[in-house]
C-alpha cells in the first residue's frame, strides 16, 4: 500500500520493463521500523496475481531494517493449471531471507504452495478482470521451511496436514490483518531437539 509508505519510501512502478521499486529513505515508517535501500519487484506472464502463468521476483538492493542488513529474494508464480469451474487458484512461493544482526545471522528458506481454497465462492473469485476479495479467502498452505536462528542453531518446519487460514478472522481490534491459522498440523524441529509437532485444529 503505497499510503502507507509515503512518510519512509517512494514507490516508481515501471509499465514498460514491469517493475515496481520501493526505496526506502531512512526514516521511521508506520509500523516504526526504520528502513533504507530497495526492493523491487518484476513481473512477467501477466499483469494481476491472479492471472494463471503470473510471476513475481522481488529483490533486495542494500536494504536494511532497524540497522540490520536485510537480503531477500522471493519468487512467487500463479501454477493454476486452468481456469475451469471447480479448479482454486494455486501460487508457488519460494523464499530466502538473511537478517544479519549483532548477535549473529538469521537465515530463513521456505518452498509453499498456496491455494484459494474458496475459489468458486463468486463473492470471493470474480474472474479475471476483478480482484480478488481477499477479507473474504480461505487459504491453504503446505510445504517446507529450514533455517538457523542468531545463536547458529538450524531448525526445520514441515506442514505435515495444509495448513487453512481464514482471512475473514483476526484475533482482535489491534491486529486486523493478521489471520491465525485455524487447521493443519505442521512439525518443528529445532537443531537437535525433539519435533514439536503444532496442532492447529485441536480440539475441533
Not at 519510501?9 to 517493475?19: H, I, M, N
Not at 529474494?73 to 479448479?87: A, D, R, Y
Not at 521456505?110 to 480478488?132: C, E, M, P, R
Request: proline residues 4%; hydrophobic residues 30%.
Amino acid at each position: 500500500d503505497e499510503n502507507s509508505l509515503s512518510a519512509c519510501a517512494s514507490v516508481v512502478t515501471d509499465t514498460t520493463l514491469k517493475t515496481i521499486t520501493i526505496t526506502f529513505n531512512g526514516q521511521t515508517c508506520l509500523d516504526g521500523h526504520t528502513r533504507s535501500g530497495t526492493i523491487t519487484y518484476t513481473y512477467s506472464g501477466g499483469r494481476y496475481y491472479r492471472n494463471p502463468g503470473y510471476k513475481m521476483v522481488v529483490s533486495s538492493n542494500n536494504y536494511t531494517v532497524d540497522g540490520n542488513a536485510v537480503t531477500l529474494s522471493k519468487t512467487v508464480t500463479n501454477t493454476t493449471p486452468n481456469l475451469n469451474p471447480g479448479t482454486n487458484l494455486t501460487w508457488s512461493d519460494v523464499s530466502n531471507i538473511t537478517i544479519a544482526k549483532p548477535a549473529g545471522t538469521i537465515t530463513w528458506s521456505a518452498t509453499k504452495v498456496k491455494t484459494l481454497l474458496n475459489t468458486s465462492d463468486t463473492a470471493v473469485y470474480h474472474g479475471q478482470a476483478v480482484h480478488i476479495t481477499w477479507t473474504l479467502a480461505h487459504v491453504g498452505i503446505t510445504g517446507n521451511a529450514t533455517g538457523t536462528d542468531a545463536a547458529g542453531e538450524t531448525f526445520t518446519a514441515n506442514i505435515t496436514s495444509q495448513l487453512e487460514r481464514d482471512f475473514n478472522c483476526s484475533p482482535n481490534s489491534n491486529f486486523v490483518g493478521q489471520h491465525p491459522f485455524i487447521n493443519g498440523t505442521l512439525d518443528f524441529t529445532p537443531g537437535t531437539k525433539a519435533t514439536r509437532h503444532i496442532d492447529y485444529g485441536y480440539p475441533n
